[in-house]
């Protein structure tokens, strides 16, 4: 059975410090990963995906990397900023429906 | 576009009593999904669909049960509800499986 851990479950860290949120899953068999950013009370907003066959995906400030071999995913955020305040989570898929979820990082950004 | 909604938002339901809760999207979607969300347990898939008419068990079916009889909407049901069932349920849809989910708001359940 497919397991997905996120390693801190809370990290705090001032604002324009660069980040790294960890993401480890058990089985290597994947089709993609994704991360997902969830504001309190609200819904989850999907940031990266990144297909087995690639190593990293990027969007702004934003860097997802992969490595299928060893279990491992991470999200890097340059300068960050207040507004990054959120819950990261990521999530892993075999290629069907079903998709597994970590339990996420709380990320507060401290202005 | 509304993207993905979900009706209601909050809802408070005595041990026993039923209710459908209902996911809409205007993308055109194939693929919908039904989780709920636990402190510290993650999201959890309860049902899923790939198409009209279509509908199939997740990770924690038992006690509910799903129908999509329009592509658009995604209803999922609790017969008699149980305390155990008090959680943050999310809709989510997709073009392609299990590619770029797009998430509802969310529906807050309470059950006493």
């Known amino acids: 059975k497919q397991e997905v851990t996120q390693i801190p479950a809370a990290l705090s860290v001032p604002e324009g410090e660069n980040l790294v949120l960890n993401c480890s899953f058990t089985d290597s068999a994947i089709y993609n990963l994704q991360w997902f950013r969830q504001d309190p009370g609200k819904g989850l907003t999907s940031l990266l995906l990144?297909?087995?066959?690639?190593r990293e995906q990027t969007s702004g400030r934003l860097n997802a990397s992969l490595d299928k071999s060893s279990g491992r995913s991470t999200l890097y955020i340059a300068a960050s900023q207040p507004g990054d305040s959120a819950t990261y989570l990521c999530?892993?898929?075999?290629?069907?429906?079903?998709?597994?979820f970590g339990t996420g990082t709380r990320l507060t950004i401290i202005p | 576009n509304a993207g993905v909604t979900q009706t209601p938002k909050f809802r408070v339901l005595k041990t026993g009593q039923s209710m459908t809760l209902l996911c809409a999207q205007d993308m055109n979607h194939e693929y919908m999904y039904w989780y709920r969300q636990d402190p510290g347990m993650g999201l959890r898939l309860i049902h899923y669909s790939v198409g009209e008419g279509t509908t199939a068990k997740g990770e924690v079916p038992d006690g509910y049960n799903v129908s999509r009889l329009k592509k658009q909407n995604f209803l999922l049901g609790l017969e008699s509800a149980a305390p155990s069932q008090t959680s943050v349920y999310f809709c989510a849809s997709s073009q392609l499986n299990p590619e770029g989910q797009y998430f509802g708001p969310g529906t807050r359940l309470t059950v006493t």
């Open positions: 999530a892993v898929s075999p290629g069907n429906e079903k998709l597994t």
């Open positions: 990144i297909q087995s066959s690639q």
